[in-house]
C-alpha cells in the first residue's frame, strides 16, 4: 500500500495534464498553485520518473502510460457503492470529424487508440465541414477555422500547408505550369474553387493579381476538391498533410515546390465541462500526441 500515489497527487495529475497549466489545475481543486506544483513532485518522487517532458506540461512517455489507468481508476472511485454500471458496459465516446480527416488522418492512428483505450467504445460521425453541423449530439468534434468559437471549448490540434496540384493527364493536356505563381501561368488553367481553402491565400503569397474564381462546381468537402482534381476538373488548393496518399499514389502532382500556410487550422472541441468524463479527455490528449509523432 506504502507504493500507492496519495489521491490528492493522482488529482493534480490528472488536472494538469488535462489543462497543461498550473493555475487552472490549482483553481479547479482549489489549492494553490504550489499546492499543485508540490503534488506533482511527490508523485513523480514515488514513481521514480517523469510524467512531464517539458515545461508546456506536455506528458512523458511515462506520464502517457500512467494517465489512462489514473483517470480509470479516478472514475471508479466515483461510482456511488452499489450503482456501479455493469463491468462489461462500454464507455461511449461520440466524436464528430470532417469525412477527409478522418479517413486520411484518423482511421491509421485508430488502432492504437483502441488498444490504448479497449474500454472505450468510439462512435464516429461526419459532420459537415465549415458549419459544424452533425446528425446527432457529439461529445467531442472537429472544426476547421481559426479558433476561438464562440459556443465551444478548444484546442489547437493541426496547422497545414497548401501548394496547388492536378492531375498528371490535366497537366499534360494544360501545358506547363511550373511554379503557378504568375498571372500568366494561373490563368490558362481551371481553378476548382472552395469555401473551404479559398483561393486567395496563395494569390497573395505569389503576388497574383487575379479575383478569387465563383464559378465552377465547388465543393464542401476537400476530399471531393482532390478527387475532382484527379478527374479532370483543373487545379485545386491541397492540404498537404491532408492530401498525402493523393500525391503517393500519382494521382496528383504538386505545381510548385513551394508551400503557404493556411489561414485555417483543426481544432478539436467541446462543451463546457466535458473533459471532467475521463474518456473525452483522454481521446484529447491521445489525438494531440498521435499528432506530434
Not at 517523469?50 to 480509470?72: M, W
Not at 470529424?97 to 474500454?119: C, D, G, K, N, W
Not at 463546457?272 to 509523432?293: H, Y
Request: proline share 8%; glycine share 6%.
Amino acid at each position: 500500500m506504502s507504493r500507492i500515489p496519495p489521491i490528492q497527487s493522482l488529482l493534480a495529475f490528472e488536472a494538469l495534464a488535462r489543462l497543461r497549466s498550473v493555475t487552472q489545475a490549482a483553481e479547479e481543486l482549489s489549492v494553490t498553485p504550489s499546492a499543485v506544483s508540490h503534488r506533482i513532485r511527490q508523485l513523480e518522487t514515488q514513481l521514480d520518473c517523469k510524467v512531464f517532458a517539458r515545461g508546456d506540461f506536455s506528458l512523458s512517455p511515462e506520464g502517457t502510460a500512467y494517465l489512462p489507468r489514473v483517470r480509470e481508476a479516478l472514475a471508479a472511485l466515483q461510482q456511488t457503492p452499489g450503482r456501479q454500471r455493469h463491468p462489461e458496459a462500454p464507455t461511449r465516446l461520440r466524436v464528430a470529424v470532417t469525412p477527409t480527416f478522418s479517413r486520411q488522418i484518423l482511421l491509421p492512428r485508430l488502432a492504437r487508440f483502441r488498444h490504448a483505450y479497449p474500454e472505450i467504445e468510439l462512435m464516429l460521425q461526419v459532420t459537415i465541414p465549415g458549419h459544424h453541423l452533425t446528425a446527432e449530439e457529439a461529445d467531442i468534434e472537429l472544426r476547421l477555422g481559426q479558433g476561438a468559437f464562440a459556443d465551444r471549448e478548444s484546442t489547437h490540434l493541426l496547422s497545414e500547408d497548401i501548394c496547388p496540384v492536378c492531375s498528371p493527364e490535366y497537366l499534360h493536356e494544360t501545358g506547363p505550369l511550373e511554379g503557378f505563381d504568375s498571372d500568366e501561368i494561373v490563368a490558362r488553367a481551371h481553378l476548382i474553387p472552395s469555401p473551404l481553402e479559398p483561393w486567395h491565400t496563395w494569390f497573395r503569397a505569389c503576388g497574383i493579381g487575379l479575383p478569387e474564381p465563383r464559378t465552377g462546381t465547388q465543393f464542401n468537402d476537400l476530399g471531393l476538391v482532390l478527387d475532382a482534381a484527379v478527374a479532370g476538373f483543373g487545379v485545386a488548393l491541397m492540404r498537404l498533410k491532408l492530401g498525402q496518399a493523393w500525391l503517393d499514389s500519382g494521382r496528383l502532382v504538386r505545381l510548385s515546390r513551394e508551400s503557404v500556410r493556411s489561414p485555417n487550422d483543426y481544432f478539436l472541441c467541446w462543451k463546457p465541462g466535458t473533459l471532467e468524463r475521463w474518456e473525452c479527455a483522454a481521446f484529447v490528449d491521445w489525438l494531440r500526441q498521435a499528432l506530434d509523432d
